[in-house]
């Protein structure tokens, strides 16, 4: 047997005993659960278009959302000016998920579990039918990586992108997402492509055309995929450009199919819009868009929040790669390169740039089956010199290891906070298995002071009730505490604010967590501030004293402490109030 077979079905039988044992979401229940944040929005059109028959006003949601609080609030659909529920998100991943559902549904009603489209046996079938999903994506890219490179590389390839990405994360364990089905789909496309240049037939053409169309109908921006089957395989140059459009010319009844193919399944959507809205066209994101000038490179590739080389490194081989593929496989680097930062382009330019919950960058998973091109190509270019063998040895090994503690700290560990990370709570953290409690401190704060304050000049006092601080709460109807401003007496050493919270509720979503807030200013004007999100670190009916540390900067004259709620509902009190200012 092949290195390559025996890497392919060491991964698919890892990857089942993660997904079963280790933390199989099916079995979980509320918003951990498989169905649940952005997936119960993908899946929403089946209960509603199937059981419920009300895809328009969607009255069933507000009970399944109480009754199972997939979210804690509505993410799935927006009221539209027609009165009409709008579905926030595309209907393919919806579509692709049928046979999971189809199974969900059959088994509801044989082991008589409600026939709700969110009882377990939903859950489940969901769930088996996204890991049978990315299995099958595995099997398709072996075939693909072994028509350009070797045995041995194309084995390691499947591995290291298994097991030291976070396709573990989404081909694994969050497999009900769009990124694992998107993940195979571009597989597939890769080997229609193949073959359709191998033989040109209407067969290929036409599944070119249905795998692009559901690949856009499943996320709208993935229409870049239509790029791949046209410059696949065509080097550099003007003559092997105008080699390729006459050749595609020639070809055009099948190219034709092709196009028919992916407008006809784009158009579910169109008609779905219509339906609903009586407008064709929706943009049901509404306040979210793409910053096209802007994009967020440096942040989603090197930030400590979501940067992909900095939760992902062993995908810089696969950037290497673009280098080796250009030298060994000229016909491949034109189309891969260009697809690949067109596609880098549109993910970072998007302004959810940590694409919210993100373990690493979650929205280049799918073109992982691509990006495995230049990635093989450079395991197979290296593996001639020893000493770069050793290096990938020990590098690979690494981001192994690396990649299996984020996975394992982003559920059960509790080290990992997905789209919450800071480069600074990360350098403190890092293949730890604990963390004292203060560190968590660095989700928010810029720094936390570690040794002993001597002589503090104390600005608030714990027991001054003139600050209008002391106590107070926030709420729901109460935003803003009031606000105390005092003079600084230096400009450089640290402040220290202290006081101590209670909440009868805990609030788990960090954007709605109240903040304890140190403004700064200079000749007032606003130049920084320093936040402690107080929830993260509060129980229920736990009186908590907390401490925000600020280390001063751009010589501030002038600082202000007050509590905001952050737009959030729940009520958090706070008491015995201080503000000391020391220097190291």
């Known amino acids: 047997m092949s290195f390559s077979r025996i890497a392919l079905y060491f991964s698919c039988l890892l990857m089942a005993l993660i997904a079963f044992f280790y933390y199989p979401k099916w079995k979980i229940d509320g918003s951990e659960g498989t169905i649940s944040w952005d997936v119960s929005g993908y899946y929403w059109y089946l209960p509603a278009t199937f059981i419920y028959k009300d895809l328009r006003k969607l009255e069933f949601s507000d009970q399944i959302r109480e009754k199972y609080r997939p979210t804690p609030y509505n993410v799935q659909s927006f009221a539209h000016k027609n009165g009409n529920q709008v579905l926030k998100y595309s209907s393919g991943l919806s579509v692709l998920m049928i046979p999971g559902f189809v199974l969900g549904h059959v088994s509801a009603g044989i082991l008589d579990y409600p026939q709700d489209g969110f009882s377990r046996p939903y859950q489940f079938g969901v769930f088996l039918w996204g890991l049978l999903f990315s299995i099958a994506g595995l099997f398709v890219l072996r075939s693909v990586l072994l028509r350009y490179f070797s045995d041995v590389a194309t084995g390691l390839t499947i591995v ?45 053409a036409a599944g070119i055309g249905l795998t692009t169309g559901l690949m856009a109908l499943t996320r709208p921006t993935e229409i870049v995929a239509v790029l791949l089957p046209v410059t696949f395989g065509m080097a550099l140059g003007w003559t092997p450009v105008k080699d390729r459009l006459v050749w595609l010319f020639s070809q055009y009844e099948k190219v034709v199919v092709a196009v028919v193919m ?69 016909e491949l680097f034109p189309g891969i390169f260009l697809f690949s930062m067109l596609f880098f382009y549109i993910t970072f330019a998007w302004d959810i740039w940590w694409y919210g919950g993100s373990v690493s960058q979650r929205a280049l998973v799918q073109i992982y089956p691509v990006l495995a091109i230049p990635f093989a190509s450079f395991l197979d270019a290296t593996f001639r010199k020893k000493v770069w063998v050793i290096f990938l040895a020990v590098f690979g090994l690494f981001c192994v290891y690396y990649n299996l503690w984020m996975t394992h700290h982003s559920h059960r560990g509790g080290l990992y906070y997905a789209g919450d990370m800071t480069s600074q709570y990360l350098k403190a953290v890092m293949l730890r298995d604990s963390e004292p409690p203060e560190v968590k401190k660095l989700l928010d704060a810029r ?81 920084s501030s320093d936040i402690l999100r107080v929830q993260r670190h509060l129980e229920p009916n736990v009186r908590t004293r907390l401490w925000l540390d600020a280390k001063l900067r751009k010589n501030p004259d002038e600082v202000s402490v007050f509590l905001w709620n952050s737009d959030g509902k729940k009520t958090v009190c706070m008491d015995s109030l201080s503000l000391m200012y020391h220097v190291d």
């Open 160 to 204: 290291l992108i298994c097991f030291a990405t976070n396709f573990t994360e989404y081909g694994f364990i969050t497999n009900a997402m769009s990124h694992n089905f998107l993940f195979t789909l571009y597989a597939v496309l890769l080997w229609l492509i193949i073959r359709f240049y191998d033989k040109p037939g209407f067969m290929y």
């Open 262 to 330: 992916t407008l006809g399944i784009g158009m579910i959507q169109l008609f779905y819009w219509k339906a609903v809205s009586g407008d064709w066209i929706v943009y049901s994101y509404e306040d979210q868009g793409f910053s096209w000038f802007k994009p967020h490179i440096y942040s989603c590739l090197f930030s400590g929040r979501a940067g992909w080389l900095i939760y992902t490194p062993v995908m810089v081989l696969s950037l290497a790669g673009f280098y080796t593929l250009y030298k060994n496989h000229k």
């Open 447 to 527: 720094k936390i002071y570690k040794g002993e304050i001597k002589n503090p000049t104390v600005l608030i006092s714990a027991g001054d009730t003139i600050t209008g601080l002391s106590p107070t709460c926030v709420k729901d109807t109460v935003q803003y505490s009031a606000v105390r401003s005092l003079k600084l007496p230096a400009d450089n050493g640290w402040l220290r604010a202290e006081a101590v919270f209670f909440t009868s509720e805990k609030e788990w979503d960090q954007w709605s967590m109240t903040q304890l807030t140190l403004k700064f200013y200079k000749q007032g004007k606003e130049i």
